[in-house]
């Protein structure tokens, strides 16, 4: 699995890889989300937008987009909570986990 993700990933100019390379998808047509940076504004952002409408235009699938700042703190912030679940009471996250299968729905 790590070989899979690795390999998806690509360096940037800067010399940087994104965490998020390979990994996000388009909520509606399922392609992946490319990586930009916006360095038009005074305070420069990067973010994740989706490829498929990137290549083929409107009528495809839409503009989706989210922000890496965002995409980041969200994930960051799930992280944080199931690890506080963890150290709160293992054995009923266990369980919790276990009753829903795969975790989806979590």
């Keep these: 699995m790590q070989e899979q993700i690795q390999s998806r990933r690509r360096q940037q100019k800067n010399q940087n890889t994104q965490i998020f390379a390979g990994l996000v998808k388009c909520a509606d047509c ?3 989300l490319r990586f930009g940076t916006n360095g038009q504004n005074k305070t420069p952002y990067s973010y994740f937008s989706c490829s498929y409408y990137g290549q083929f235009g409107k009528g ?5 987009y989210i922000r890496y700042d965002v995409l980041y703190a969200y994930v960051l912030s799930r992280l944080q909570y199931w690890s506080r679940e963890a150290q709160q009471d293992e054995e009923k996250l266990l369980q919790r986990l276990l009753k829903t ?3 989806n729905g979590l």
């Excluded at 495809?60 to 989706?64: G, R």
């Design 101 to 103: 299968g795969t975790g």
């Design 30 to 32: 399922g392609w992946s």
């Design 60 to 64: 495809y699938c839409s503009a989706h």
